[in-house]
């Protein structure tokens, strides 16, 4: 390939798409003679051309299609960004902002004897000798697409000048530290309001939203905070904040959560209602942890969609269905979800709810905290330091002409006795309980002292839940499954192994994950004279299983492993998130 030194021409790489054959002499000639658009960028404006890509029938040449051609033939990996990979804390000290955007360039990581540097002008030179000098390291050049050099370029270097600024304000140590270290002369503590933090508090809740977070922890260390986000269920570290700016952000988010700044001595919750760029609403549940080296915060993101989403959007299907139809359509009794934090038990109450939720009925909702704010609930909050229980609110809740109740869960015997009295008064009770499968929430209810005659008299169902990854629909391929691993996941029924399996493999939209998304696999049985036999105390939770699965109940395994046969995910990750029920 000859290109010139310099900038990118759109001419020049039109002849050369045309001398690849990736585009035709049709194309070509169109493409020069319209009208040059006023980008800085060649590749842009080629892009913006939409120009029919001869390899791909159909598709127009992208920036990204241009630049993996392009890496191609200059012997220059092409990559695209991922936020999450770049090395944030160390772009500063490898070149200047102002250095960056005059070469167009973007550092994204070193290592003790290279460092990966993207570019998107391949033939713009003499830049590689001062930076091999001032890091002392060798270049690794790698092409990407203008847009996200800008993009990242602005956002990174805007963060470490925010810490920077934040850090160089603030020089004290150890505040909240067990292991405290006080510096004489220097009695100044992290100041919330500071532009800086504000800055560095606006970065976190944009990058999180960006890259689909469920989760933000600040959590601090001895000389460091780490962040940390959670995508699809599995925790990422996106960056480190020296330990006095971790808790002056700590400090700025308590402010925004009307919590109490000056307690750090014990856990304390609160909430932020924010809103993305697209003006998307989002809510936000803040829990503060006292520890070792400070407070940690974790923020739960509630996605507003959640509300709209269907059965079949959460991966509720077939008898699981039926049966969780069959149950809450029912005008009164006891309807228990049950899985370990973070499966999904919330949403699917909320989804619920809002399909319950007509102008013909009331639905109450009692909990701790309020996961979503949702209009077509009357919800209430229960608080501690005024002695409103679980138990108090539902007595309360009672005097409220209620036909439907929603208890966040039940988790002790008064609790427990208010929701059956609830459901023996004629009202439709949904909670949730702590326990590995459906059966076991039977016992769960025996555990806590409610007497056998009355869960056989009221509870009408249980359906136990775990979240697990679905495949990228973009790129996940066809894999073999060995016939080990299928029998471990539906022994002891004798179900047919699938022809076809997949497995992940990593593109753009999944960030190189391979997955993209969570999805539902459930538990569930309804009750029956012949399950209600076996409930007393001191009742086995196997003989209870063993008779649910005769009566139609599919464990949590067999259910992931139709998602499996579907093509939705993979072997791995059902045996990762199920227990071993047999």
């Not at 038990?345 to 619920?352: D, E, F, G, I, V």
Request: aromatic share 6%; net charge negative.
């Amino acid at each position: 390939m000859k290109l010139l030194s310099g900038s990118l021409r759109v001419d020049e790489l039109l002849d050369q798409l045309l001398e690849a054959g990736r585009i035709t002499e049709k194309t070509h000639e169109q493409a020069r003679t319209k009208s040059r658009q006023s980008d800085p960028y060649s590749v842009n404006i080629l892009e913006n051309m939409q120009l029919d890509d001869a390899n791909s029938p159909g598709k127009s040449l992208t920036a990204a299609a241009i630049y993996e051609w392009l890496g191609d033939s200059l012997s220059m990996p092409y990559v695209h960004i991922d936020p999450l990979k770049v090395d944030v804390e160390s772009i500063a000290s490898i070149m200047s902002f102002e250095y960056a955007k005059r070469y167009h360039l973007l550092p994204l990581k070193q290592t003790d004897t290279t460092v990966q540097i993207a570019t998107c002008e391949p033939m713009i030179t003499g830049w590689e000798d001062t930076i091999e000098q001032v890091t002392r390291r060798k270049i690794e050049k790698v092409l990407a697409v203008p847009k996200d050099i800008e993009r990242y370029g602005l956002e990174f270097y805007a963060l470490n000048r925010s810490v920077s600024g934040a850090k160089g304000k603030n020089r004290s140590q150890g505040i909240g530290n067990f292991e405290q270290l006080v510096e004489l002369g220097n009695l100044k503590s992290p100041d919330a309001n500071d532009e800086h933090i504000i800055n560095i508090v606006d970065w976190l809740f944009q990058y999180a939203f960006d890259q689909r977070a469920s989760d933000i922890h600040i959590e601090p260390r001895r000389d460091y905070s780490h962040i940390r986000f959670r995508i699809d269920g599995i925790l990422h570290t996106v960056y480190q904040l020296p330990i006095q700016v971790g808790q002056a952000v700590v400090s700025r988010l308590k402010i925004l959560g009307r919590m109490n700044i000056a307690e750090k001595r014990k856990p304390l919750d609160g909430r932020v209602k924010t809103k993305t760029p697209d003006g998307q609403e989002i809510e936000l549940r803040l829990s503060t942890l006292p520890t070792a080296f400070g407070e940690k915060l974790v923020m739960r993101i509630f996605d507003p969609e959640v509300l709209l989403k269907t059965f079949d959007q959460l991966g509720l299907l077939d008898e699981d269905l039926q049966h969780w139809q069959n149950m809450t359509s029912q005008p009164n009794g006891i309807i228990l979800v049950t899985g370990p934090t973070g499966s999904g038990k919330t949403t699917t109450l909320y989804s619920t709810l809002k399909n319950l939720a007509t102008t013909e009925v009331n639905v109450c909702t009692i909990e701790d905290p309020i996961e979503m704010v949702e209009p077509a609930f009357n919800q209430m909050q229960i608080q501690g330091n005024i002695d409103l229980s679980f138990s108090s609110g539902i007595k309360a809740l009672m005097r409220q002409d209620p036909d439907i109740i929603m208890i966040g869960e039940i988790r002790d015997l008064e609790t427990a006795q208010m929701a059956i009295q609830a459901a023996l008064t004629g009202h439709l009770v949904l909670s949730t309980v702590h326990t590995n499968d459906a059966p076991s929430a039977v016992t769960r209810l025996l555990d806590l002292g409610v007497p056998g005659y009355l869960i056989k008299s009221t509870l009408l169902g249980v359906m136990a839940q775990r979240l697990v990854r679905t495949l990228c629909p973009h790129c996940k391929a066809e894999d073999t499954l060995e016939d080990k691993t299928w029998q471990q996941l539906v022994k002891p029924w004798s179900a047919k192994k699938p022809a076809k399996v997949f497995k992940p493999v990593g593109c753009l939209e999944c960030r190189n994950t391979g997955f993209l998304g969570r999805s539902g696999v459930y538990e569930s049985f309804e009750m029956s004279e012949a399950l209600a036999d076996l409930i007393y105390d001191g009742c086995d939770p196997q003989t209870l299983r063993k008779h649910a699965i005769k009566e139609g109940m599919l464990s949590l395994r067999l259910s992931g492993a139709r998602k499996i046969a579907a093509g939705l995910t993979t072997a791995e990750e059902i045996l990762r998130v199920t227990p071993d029920t047999r």
